[in-house]
């Protein structure tokens, strides 16, 4: 009887890892360049993420609440959310900005749709296109790291701005790398990006298919749009929020294709539109709404990278 056959249902594999030690790494990922904008911009880039990802853990807490479903904020997911909505804004952000934007991104782009792992688009992404459609002053207003944010503090330009207006006015390239920059607070550090993307590859938390072509387009896109200079590519590269775009948020597990094939497509397709609109456009970005455009046309990218099942190949001619 000890050796007896048991059946029971799927899935007969499991793994060590949960939802929330998955967050929990992405979390880790993000410190090195969220401390970088704190460093950069001082206290009202900590104001800002504590505002962000105190409001997205609420107000995911309210909802679940109100609804009777069980509370899900240990998983972490919602601290991820509210982290990188606040790493998508500036730090002359108004204390409301981060906390319209968390809720936005916790209530219509995840809750309304199920939850984790329903959502159809990455939701920090949706708060931050809300808030760019209904403050766009607000939320294009840079400042230099270091600037005390005063009622008489002056708008910078951020490298990409200057690199469409003004390119022999633009910053150095170390100071991109490094962040020493105007921009949104997940712009302070392409190099420390990277380090925390590299870390999630090496955790297996995720693919490097994504991120790798969604940022190998838009760096072939810069090539042969300027005459393969190398230095305006790399601004292209290291400039923006691609890094944080192409690393932590186009690779949404719930949000981006699953299939090997269509990760290809999908970044490919990211960088693309990414770089259509920074050419042909009038603003200087396009990494929110390049992947918000990819995300929703992720089911059909599925639908035609999706394995051919055994057997259901047809006849033979």
């Known amino acids: 009887m000890d050796n007896r056959l048991i059946a029971t249902s799927s899935p007969h594999i499991g793994a060590k890892d949960t939802t929330t030690s998955v967050m929990l790494d992405v979390i880790?990922?993000?410190?090195?360049?969220?401390?970088a904008s704190i460093y950069y911009f001082g206290f009202a880039s900590a104001v800002i993420l504590a505002l962000a990802v105190g409001?997205?853990?609420?107000?995911?807490?309210l909802i679940q609440r109100l609804t009777h479903q069980r509370i899900t904020i240990n998983d972490l997911s919602a601290v991820i959310t509210g982290l990188l909505l606040g790493m998508n804004l500036p730090a002359s952000a108004p204390w409301w900005l981060p906390v319209i934007g968390s809720f936005v991104a916790i209530a219509i782009g995840k809750q309304v749709f199920g939850g984790?792992?329903?959502?159809?688009?990455?939701?920090?992404?949706?708060?931050?296109?809300?808030?760019?459609?209904?403050?766009?002053?607000e939320m294009t207003f840079w400042t230099n790291p270091g600037t005390q944010i005063t009622a008489d503090t002056v708008a910078s330009a951020t490298p990409l701005g200057l690199l469409k207006t003004s390119p022999d006015s633009v910053q150095p390239l170390a100071d991109v790398i490094l962040g020493?920059?105007?921009?949104?607070?997940?712009?302070?550090?392409?190099?420390?990006?990277?380090?925390?993307?590299?870390?999630?590859?090496?955790?297996?938390?995720?693919?490097?298919?994504?991120?790798?072509?969604?940022?190998?387009?838009?760096?072939?896109i810069a090539l042969l749009a300027n005459g393969f200079d190398f230095m305006i590519m790399a601004y292209h590269v290291f400039g923006g929020g691609l890094m944080l775009g192409a690393l932590f948020m186009a690779t949404d597990y719930s949000s981006s294709p699953v299939t090997s094939k269509g990760k290809i497509i999908y970044g490919i397709g990211a960088g693309l539109i990414?770089?259509?609109?920074r050419l042909y456009s009038s603003s200087a970005e396009g990494v929110t709404y390049a992947?918000?455009?990819?995300?929703?046309?992720?089911?059909?990218?599925?639908?035609y990278t999706a394995p051919r099942v055994f057997g259901t190949g047809g006849a033979k001619k």
Do not use: C, D, H, Q
């Not at 984790?116 to 002053?137: E, K, M």
């Not at 990414?274 to 609109?277: G, H, V």
């Open 28 to 35: 880790i990922a993000l410190v090195p360049a969220a401390i």
């Open 55 to 61: 409001t997205a853990v609420g107000t995911e807490a």
């Open 116 to 137: 984790i792992g329903n959502n159809f688009i990455n939701p920090a992404l949706a708060g931050r296109a809300f808030l760019v459609a209904s403050w766009p002053v």
């Open 180 to 220: 020493r920059i105007p921009g949104t607070l997940g712009e302070t550090s392409a190099i420390l990006l990277l380090i925390g993307g590299a870390y999630l590859v090496y955790r297996k938390i995720m693919s490097w298919k994504i991120p790798v072509t969604y940022i190998g387009t838009v760096a072939i």
């Open 274 to 277: 990414t770089m259509l609109i």
């Open 291 to 303: 992947i918000l455009l990819m995300n929703v046309a992720t089911p059909l990218i599925e639908k």
